[in-house]
């Protein structure tokens, strides 16, 4: 038994260590990261073709878990978890459709009228959650389709619903990948959330998830689906604008676009996201709520579409009110919300 395990150490550790000589701290320390590496591919359900791309993952699994066991290790208001990105380089993380859904949109122009402009900050509640009000419906999870953009606009408008008829009703991101092909919107090759507002509204309604489940895939656009729900209009925040934002977030869920390709993102686990992110906005999600921390660092309350083993539960909180206009991660460039 000894002797076998002696062998199993020396075989992994010439295996992952590309045959150079080690000491036997290191041979542990990889024997300990393979197990975990076994121990992820089966909570994830992952299976390799062969031995060479085991091997390849297994060395950007080690990367990754190193990277967020020092990043954890100092003092930020937020932490990493080995999530269900951990085999993938944040390179490739920031070419998969579940972070690049988005479509550039330099061209936008803006809808006229912010309904909630002349609010007066004095009267706006200190923190929102629209979970609590019975706004939101579960995390889903978009897989590794570039649909985004249609999670986005459908959480909200799951919110403006359930505010105007007090039904919460899960909609269908699919009907939007399927049969929102005609404009700006290409399924699992990206969209934007406005545009989803445009079809939403044309095609007189979305109907109910449960009718038109998810498949995660481009399909055709089956006719004749029922609306189960619908909104009159939509209506952009004004730019580079948290205070904006935070009028119309008081009011409902809003859609909002942010840059979600810093491995930061890629491996959030929770706490308040702070600190340095990119404004190459490639990712939509919901603003859901705001508030403060005991230590008193205001956040967003976002809810993302990868599921419940990202993030805190499928949620997300980012830095409020930061000294760039754009926001963290751009989220005050380009919010939306429907009306009805
Ligand atoms: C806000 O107030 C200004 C000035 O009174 C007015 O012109 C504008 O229409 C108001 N906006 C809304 C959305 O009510």
């Given at each position: ?96 459709n579940?972070?690049k859904g988005l479509k550039a949109n330099p061209m936008r122009v803006l809808s ?30 978009q897989?590794?389709c570039g649909c985004c953009w249609a999670f986005s606009a459908v959480?909200v408008t ?13 909609l269908s991101e699919q009907e939007l990948v399927d049969c929102d092909v005609h404009g700006e919107d290409q399924g699992c090759e990206g969209g934007l959330m406005d545009d989803a507002f445009k079809f939403i509204i044309k095609n007189g309604g979305l109907t109910m998830e449960?009718r038109y489940p998810y498949t995660a895939a481009d399909g055709k656009c089956k006719a004749g689906s029922n609306s189960a729900a619908t909104i009159t209009g939509f209506?952009d ?18 859609s909002?676009a ?26 939509g ?49 380009e919010?939306s919300?429907p009306?009805?």
């Open positions: 038994m000894a002797i076998h395990k002696a062998l199993l150490l020396a075989i992994l550790g010439c295996i992952c260590l590309g045959g150079t000589v080690t000491s036997a701290r290191e041979l542990n320390d990889d024997l300990s990261m393979a197990a975990k590496h076994e121990n992820w591919m089966a909570q994830y359900g992952r299976v390799y073709k062969d031995t060479t791309e085991k091997m390849r993952r297994f060395e950007v699994f080690k990367a990754n878990v190193e990277f967020i066991e020092t990043f954890n290790a100092q003092n930020h208001k937020f932490w990493l978890g080995v999530n269900q990105f951990a085999d993938i380089t944040n390179d490739e993380f920031r070419t998969t579940t972070n006229t009228g912010f309904r909630y402009e002349n609010l007066s900050f004095d009267a706006l509640p200190a923190t929102m959650d629209w979970r609590a009000k019975g706004a939101v419906t579960p995390i889903k999870d897989g590794q959480a799951e919110g403006i619903v359930k505010l105007k008829t007090s039904k919460l009703i899960s449960s209506e925040v004004p730019a580079n604008n948290e205070g904006a934002l935070m009028k119309a977030v008081a009011n409902q869920p809003v909002v942010v840059d979600g390709g810093d491995m930061t993102f890629q491996f959030y686990s929770g706490g308040v996201m702070t600190g340095s992110c990119g404004t190459d906005l490639d990712h999600i919901a603003a859901i709520g705001y508030g403060k921390t005991s230590d008193g660092t205001s956040f967003w309350l976002m809810k993302n579409s990868w599921g419940t083993t990202w993030g805190e539960i499928g949620y997300l909180r980012m830095e409020k009110d930061i000294a760039d206009k754009k926001g963290m991660c751009g989220l005050a460039m919010p919300y009306t009805k």
